[in-house]
């Protein structure tokens, strides 16, 4: 539990720690279905702290493990994470192409609050391949669900921010447009449902201070948007 409230508060060591022991003590008592939850959560640590190549080998691992045991959310976890590593690295289309895959088998387990956190990763990886309509149904469904739900969980994190930088990204071409009201209220929406998640989870904090700021600055208010 301190690994989860210590990513939850952005420490990120004492998170990757405690996530850690708790690994190491699934693994000697040979409980894979703990392996699994342990190694995504510790993708997400290490995704959060800029540690790239040990996101992504976490990720493989969640995916083989979830694979090994039939278990589709750890699979889910482990594709999305894997994607979201490729989405940070520039490689859009494998992004893409991997977090497509994650919301396929998240589509098929029934999960309406792990399918918003992916639809939002999964908008972002769409935006980057230019594939706007697509991107804009994907962060519409995400923030119609997190408008509705509770932020439970720090991990949950790069949904909300996805969802978040593809309303953004999508607010800035709709400048000057006959829908751009529309597309700035949806805007507001999102940062408002990223408000809520970082009140609970600090974590969420400086994505919310970005994302304002550059709204803020687009609205041509540059002092407040620094």
């Not at 008592?29 to 992504?56: H, K, M």
């Not at 769409?126 to 962060?139: F, G, I, P």
């Amino acid at each position: 539990m301190s690994g989860f409230l210590s990513l939850g508060d952005a420490h990120f060591d004492a998170s990757s720690e405690s996530i850690g022991r708790w690994l190491k003590a699934a693994e000697r008592s040979g409980d894979q279905a703990r392996q699994g939850v342990a190694v995504g959560t510790l993708a997400a640590v290490y995704l959060a702290a800029g540690r790239l190549q040990d996101a992504d080998t976490a990720a493989e691992r969640c995916q083989s493990v979830g694979v090994r045991i039939g278990n589709r959310q750890h699979q889910t976890s482990g594709l999305a994470f894997r994607g979201l590593v490729a989405l940070r690295r520039g490689q859009f289309v494998l992004a893409d192409d991997l977090l497509s895959q994650a919301l396929s088998h998240i589509e098929k387990t029934g999960s309406g609050s792990y399918r918003m956190v992916v639809e939002g990763m999964c908008s972002v990886a769409a935006l980057r391949v230019s594939a706007y309509d697509r991107a804009t149904q994907l962060a519409e469904s995400a923030l119609r669900r997190m408008s509705r739900a509770q932020p439970s969980v720090a991990s949950f994190l790069e949904g909300y921010s996805g969802m978040v930088e593809t309303c953004h990204a999508l607010f800035q071409r709709a400048r000057g447009g006959a829908d751009a009201d529309a597309v700035e209220r949806r805007l507001q929406r999102a940062l408002l449902a990223l408000l809520r998640f970082a009140w609970i989870f600090p974590v969420g904090r400086p994505r919310l201070l970005f994302y304002c700021g550059a709204y803020l600055t687009d609205r041509g208010q540059r002092p407040l948007g620094r």
